[in-house]
T-cell receptor, first 115, second 116 residues
């Protein structure tokens, strides 16, 4: 199993450009998430999905859109990038365990710089 | 949004020392998760706890689910160089009104450095 994979690993954008980050998981997990990690801020949830065809807003959704057309993929889009979106982006997936909790598994991250 | 309070924020130790860190919340949690993040990598799940008072080990790592359900502890015994990284606690739901148990709130992290 590859687990959770993310592409690309690095990207530099100019202000106003758009891009899509791709997340894929091969664990058949129902739930998928996009986080951003900034120095001193920890991990903050951008959007998440509880199943194929569904998406919902997290803590910091503004400026981002997501889609989950297939269960194994979760796309994060930036329509018009801003310098404030310079960050490291992590995708995660999870499932409901037999003990009634959710364990999230993370991808390796995408480092995005917006100039 | 609010986050879980982790302490200490950073630790500088010598190889072979034991390490203790903790995480506290103002809310009761029914699950505690501990993650480790190496530089340039994503967080990796170390230990999951599901019951108050539970003590679970993963090699040299031991984590405990506090009896009050508002705290959790992580201990590392006989530290080695590969233990360097940032350790995060996480719990379901949290302090934002629409956060259900399928979402996690993360602690601010404890950065572990080993002094040669």
């Amino acid at each position: 199993n590859a687990g959770v994979t993310q592409t690309p690993k690095f990207r530099v954008l100019k202000t106003g450009q758009s891009m899509t980050l791709l997340c894929a998981q091969d664990m058949n997990h129902e739930y998928m998430y996009w986080y951003r990690q900034d120095p001193g801020m920890g991990l903050r949830l951008i959007h998440y999905s509880v199943g194929e065809g569904t998406t919902a807003k997290g803590e910091v959704p503004d400026g981002y859109n997501v889609s989950r057309l297939k269960k194994q993929n979760f796309l994060l889009g930036l329509e018009s990038a801003a310098p404030s979106q310079t960050s490291v982006y992590f995708c995660a997936s999870s499932y409901l365990t037999g003990q009634g909790g959710y364990e999230q598994y993370f991808g390796p991250g995408t480092r995005l710089t917006v100039t | 949004g609010q986050q879980l309070n982790q302490s200490p924020q950073s630790m500088f130790i010598q190889e072979g020392e034991d390490v203790s860190m903790n995480c506290t919340s103002s809310s009761i949690f029914n699950t505690w998760l501990w993650y480790k993040q190496d530089p340039g990598e994503g967080p990796v799940l170390l230990i999951a706890l599901y019951k108050a008072g539970e003590l679970t080990s993963n090699g040299r790592l031991t984590a405990q689910f506090g009896i009050t359900r508002k705290d959790s502890f992580l201990n590392i015994s006989a530290s080695i160089p590969s233990d360097v990284g940032i350790y995060f606690c996480a719990g379901p739901g949290g302090f934002i009104s629409n956060f259900g148990n399928e979402k996690l709130t993360f602690g601010t992290g404890t950065r572990l450095t080993i002094i040669p």
